[in-house]
C-alpha cells in the first residue's frame, strides 16, 4: 500500500545552504529535495536494486522508496532497524536495536541472525555496519539501544565478523562508537564516535584487523550535534551526518557543509550513475545530487 506520507515523487524542495570553495565543485547547488517526511526517526539508508531503502527506529519498520511508486514498506516488524547495508552476494545486512543482533535476509526472505553475543554476552545494540570485499562484516555497538540495567558487555567496541564466523574485538576505547565505513581501496576504516565529536581513522591490514587508530577529524566545533554515520565517494571524500552533512576531503581537511532544514543522521549513494546522496533527518528523508559518484556497499561498492 503506498504511504500517504509520499503521495507525490518529490514532496518539496527545501532550501539548500552550501559552503562556496571546494565543497560546490562536488555538490551541484539548489539540489536538495525532500522525497519522504511525517515519519518518526530516519536512519540507515541504503540503494539496492533500484530502490532506497531506510530504517525508521520507533517505527519498527524499514521502508523503501522509488521515484516511480513512492514510499512503501519493506518489513514490518524490522527488530527496531538501524543501519543497513548489502553483502557480496547482495543480501541485505542490518543492524537490528531491539533485538541487539545483526541480521541477513536470504534469498527465501527469512531473516536470520549472523551476530548476537559476544563471549557469551549479548551485544549492547549495533548501530551502523559495512561489508568488507572478503565478506568480512564490521559493526558498531554504542549502548543507544539498550537500557543500562539489560547490559551485558561493559564496553562500546568496533566488531568484525568474519567467513569462518568468528567474532573479533577490533577496538574497544569508543565513548559511542556510531558511523562505519571504508576508503575506496579498503585500506582504511573510518569510525565516528558520537560521544568525543570525533571520527577515528584506522589502517586495516591484508587480514583485516585494525591498527594505528587515530582522530581523523574532530568535529567538535558544533556544540548541538556529534556525528553520525557517513559514506566515502569514488574519491575518498567522506560525508558525515553532523547536523547537516559535514564533507571531508581523504587527508580530513573539512571542504564545507550542506546543511538541511532537520538534523541528518545518515546518508547512502544512489541512482543509476550514483551521484543522488540521499540523506536521513528526523521524520524526513532528502535527496541532493553531485557531481562525482559515491561507492555502494556489497559487490557494486566499486560501481559495477
Known amino acids: 500500500m503506498i504511504l500517504a506520507v509520499c503521495a507525490m515523487i518529490l514532496i518539496g524542495a527545501a532550501p539548500m545552504e552550501m559552503d562556496q570553495g571546494e565543497l560546490s565543485a562536488i555538490v551541484k547547488p539548489d539540489s536538495l529535495r525532500q522525497i519522504a517526511k511525517n515519519l518518526r526517526f530516519t536512519e540507515g539508508p541504503l540503494w539496492k536494486d533500484g530502490t532506497l531503502l531506510f530504517s525508521d527506529i520507533p517505527a519498527d519498520t524499514i521502508y523503501q522508496w522509488t521515484a516511480e511508486g513512492g514510499l512503501t514498506k ?8 538501524n543501519g543497513l547495508t548489502l553483502d557480496n552476494q547482495g543480501h541485505l545486512i542490518a543492524c537490528e536495536h531491539g533485538n541487539r543482533r545483526v541480521s541477513r535476509t536470504e534469498p527465501d526472505g527469512t531473516v536470520k541472525a549472523l551476530v548476537e553475543k559476544y563471549e ?13 570485499s572478503d565478506g568480512s562484516v564490521y559493526f558498531s555497538d554504542p549502548p543507544y539501544g539498550v537500557k543500562p540495567e539489560q ?6 567496541g568496533v566488531f568484525r565478523f568474519s567467513r569462518d564466523g568468528a567474532l573479533t574485538l577490533e577496538a574497544g576505547d569508543f565513548d559511542k562508537p556510531n558511523g562505519v565505513a571504508f576508503s575506496p581501496d579498503e585500506k582504511i576504516l573510518y569510525v565516528t564516535d558520537t560521544g568525543r565529536k570525533h571520527i577515528k581513522a584506522f589502517d586495516v591490514r591484508p587480514d583485516g584487523t585494525l591498527v594505528n587508530g587515530r582522530v581523523f577529524a574532530d568535529l567538535g566545533s558544533d556544540p548541538a550535534h556529534g556525528p553520525d554515520s557517513m559514506k566515502v565517494d569514488s574519491r575518498g571524500n567522506l560525508f558525515v551526518a553532523c547536523g547537516g ?30 551521484t543522488a546522496l540521499f540523506i536521513t533527518a528526523g521524520p524526513s528523508v532528502y535527496r541532493v545530487d553531485l ?12 560501481g559495477k
Open 291 to 302: 557531481n562525482f559518484p559515491g561507492l555502494l556497499p556489497g559487490r557494486s561498492r566499486k
Open 151 to 156: 547490559r551485558e558487555l561493559d564496553f562500546q
Open 245 to 274: 552533512i559535514w564533507v571531508f576531503d581523504k587527508t580530513g581537511k573539512h571542504l564545507g557543509t550542506i546543511s538541511l532544514p532537520e538534523s541528518a543522521s545518515n546518508c547512502a549513494f544512489g541512482e543509476k550513475d550514483y
Open 120 to 132: 557469551g554476552k549479548r551485544l549492547n545494540s549495533p548501530n551502523d555496519v559495512i561489508v568488507r
Open 74 to 81: 519493506f518489513r514490518s516488524p524490522s527488530g527496531n532497524s
